[in-house]
C-alpha cells in the first residue's frame, strides 16, 4: 500500500543464498510505482473492501432496525385494521339494536317506534319496510279501535232502545237459538228469559212453549219472508200480535221477532 496522497508502488524483498557457509544473509529488494490502471483498480478494490467490512459490522444492527420497523408496521397495520372494524361494527351495530327495541315494541303494541334510516343499502330499505309496516299496523288498530268505539256506542243505543220498548223484541240466530231479549219482551211472556240465552226455540217449555211453538211453525213455513201472527195463550189469557223477519246475510244472519200484548184492544174492540 501507499500512504494517503502518494502513488501505489510495489516492494518486494527476496533472500539470496550464499556461496560459503560463513556468508552473510543477504536479500534483494525491489520497488516499482504500480501503473496508474492496476493503482486504481487496487484502490477500488481496497474501498470495497472497506465498505464490505462496515456493513458486516452494521449488519446486526440494521438487522435489529428492520425487525424493529417491520414490528412497528404490523402493530400499525393491527391497530388501523381493530378499528375499521369496529367502526364498520358500530355503523352496522346501531341501526339493528334500534330495529330490535322497535321490534320489542311493536310486540308490545306500541306502534309508534320510528327506527332512523342512516343508510340506503339493504339495511337502509329493511328499516324503511319496517317503518311502513308499524305505520300501516298504527293506521289499522285507529281504524279498528274507530270502529270497536262505534260498535259499543251503537250498541249500547240499541241496549238502551230495547230496554225502553213496551214492545217485545227477539232475536234468534239461524238455528232459531235465542240472542238477544228485552225487557218488554220478559214482561209480555211474564218470564224471565235472560236463562233461555242460547237455547233453541224447540227447547222451551210450559206457557213459553206455547209462544214458541206458532213461532217455529211461521218461521219454518214462511223462511226468510216477512210474516204477521197472532198468538193466544191459553195459560195467561193474554192475545199478542207478533212480526217476524229475516236478518241480512252480512250480518250473520238470523231472524228478529216483535211481538205485542193487544188483549186490551181486542176486548175494547
Known amino acids: 500500500?501507499?500512504?494517503e496522497g502518494r502513488p501505489l508502488a510495489l516492494h518486494v524483498v527476496v533472500p539470496i543464498a550464499g556461496l560459503a557457509l560463513a556468508d552473510e544473509s543477504r536479500y534483494l529488494q525491489l520497488r516499482q510505482a504500480v501503473p496508474s490502471g492496476l493503482a486504481r483498480s487496487a484502490e477500488a478494490v481496497e474501498s470495497a473492501y472497506r465498505d464490505y467490512r462496515e456493513l458486516?459490522?452494521?449488519r446486526q444492527g440494521l438487522r435489529r432496525i428492520y425487525i424493529v420497523t417491520l414490528t412497528l408496521a404490523l402493530l400499525m397495520a393491527l391497530f388501523v385494521a381493530v378499528s375499521l372494524a369496529v367502526i364498520l361494527a358500530n355503523r352496522l351495530a346501531a341501526p339493528l339494536g334500534n330495529l330490535a327495541q322497535a321490534t320489542q315494541a311493536v310486540a308490545r303494541g306500541d306502534f309508534s317506534q320510528?327506527?332512523?334510516v342512516t343508510s340506503r343499502d339493504e339495511l337502509g330499505v329493511l328499516t324503511e319496510s319496517f317503518n311502513s309496516m308499524t305505520r300501516q299496523l298504527d293506521e289499522a288498530r285507529r281504524v279498528v279501535e274507530s270502529n270497536r268505539i262505534a260498535l259499543e256506542t251503537a250498541k249500547a243505543s240499541l241496549e238502551n232502545v230495547l230496554a225502553n220498548l213496551s214492545a217485545g223484541v227477539l232475536v234468534l240466530d239461524r238455528d232459531l237459538r235465542l240472542a238477544i231479549s228485552n225487557r218488554g219482551a220478559a214482561d209480555i211472556?211474564?218470564?224471565?228469559?235472560?236463562g233461555?240465552?242460547?237455547r233453541s226455540l224447540a227447547e222451551w217449555q210450559g206457557p213459553l212453549g206455547a209462544f214458541a211453538g206458532p213461532v217455529r211453525e211461521q218461521l219454518r213455513v214462511h223462511g226468510a219472508r216477512n210474516w204477521q201472527l197472532e198468538i193466544a195463550l191459553k195459560s195467561s189469557g193474554k192475545t199478542l200480535l207478533a212480526r217476524g223477519a229475516a236478518l241480512p246475510e252480512s250480518t250473520g244472519g238470523g231472524y228478529v221477532l216483535v211481538f205485542d200484548d193487544i188483549t186490551q184492544l181486542i176486548q175494547a174492540q
Open 1 to 3: 500500500d501507499a500512504p
Open 56 to 58: 458486516a459490522l452494521s
Open 114 to 116: 320510528r327506527p332512523p
Open 189 to 194: 211472556l211474564g218470564s224471565d228469559l235472560a
Open 196 to 198: 233461555l240465552a242460547g
